[in-house]
């Protein structure tokens, strides 16, 4: 089937990642090395509207201020040109996705952020992005930085692209790995 629909996460794929997770968790009292999204929900209804007012505000600040990853702006261009439509898949809040966009100029067919669907790695947001841009899973990729956007699109039973630097135990699990967004345009358009 050719490629109709990319999914792709945001901070660290499409943004520069600048989240300091070690702060975020040390002013909510967290472990460290925890997942935050899921340490936040065993918290008391009380201590998860504390800690997700400061999660909210970490993200904010970071919005205000992010940058494009190389490459970025073009990869969506070309696959606009293509006809190919693009989505983005969030652990981030809605206000922090909606700030970014526009900051950046940004469009995209759809978005998810995690007060939308159950967050990454559950498959929920991807199932949801597919069927409101009306593609198939063997029509869609999943493109991420980190393991829950890969295990995300294993899940829903699409093809993946792990965007690493460097390597990482759980990119193995991906259908491809890339260094690059420029790397991720060229197996995107093997792909298709």
């Known amino acids: ?27 909510i009292g967290l472990p460290p090395a925890t997942p935050i999204l899921e340490a936040i929900a065993a918290l008391s209804d ?35 040109e293509r006809g190919v439509k693009v989505a983005v898949l969030t652990r981030n809040s809605r206000a922090s996705v909606d700030l970014a966009i526009r900051r950046h100029g ?4 759809a978005s998810v952020a995690r007060d939308e669907h159950r967050p990454k790695p559950s498959p929920d947001g991807v199932h949801g992005l597919m069927a409101a841009c009306g593609a198939a899973a063997d029509e869609t990729i999943v ?6 956007d890969i295990e995300a699109g294993r899940s829903a039973g699409v093809r993946t692209i792990a965007l690493v630097s460097e390597p990482k135990p759980w990119a193995r699990d991906a259908t491809w790995v ?14 298709s």
């Not at 109709?4 to 901070?11: R, T």
């Not at 940004?106 to 067919?109: E, H, I, K, M, P």
């Not at 890339?178 to 792909?191: K, M, T």
């Open 1 to 27: 089937m050719a490629l109709k629909l990319v999914i792709f996460d945001l901070d660290g794929t499409l943004l520069e990642a600048m989240l300091d997770f070690g702060a975020v968790r040390a002013e």
């Open 178 to 191: 890339a260094s690059s967004l420029a790397d991720v345009q060229r197996l995107l358009d093997a792909a």
């Open 143 to 148: 493109v991420g930085d980190y393991r829950f």
């Open 46 to 80: 009380t201590e998860q509207a504390r800690a997700r007012a400061i999660l909210d505000r970490h993200e904010a600040a970071v919005a205000e201020r992010s940058c494009l990853m190389p490459g970025a702006r073009e990869l969506l261009a070309h696959l606009r």
């Open 106 to 109: 940004l469009a995209f067919d």
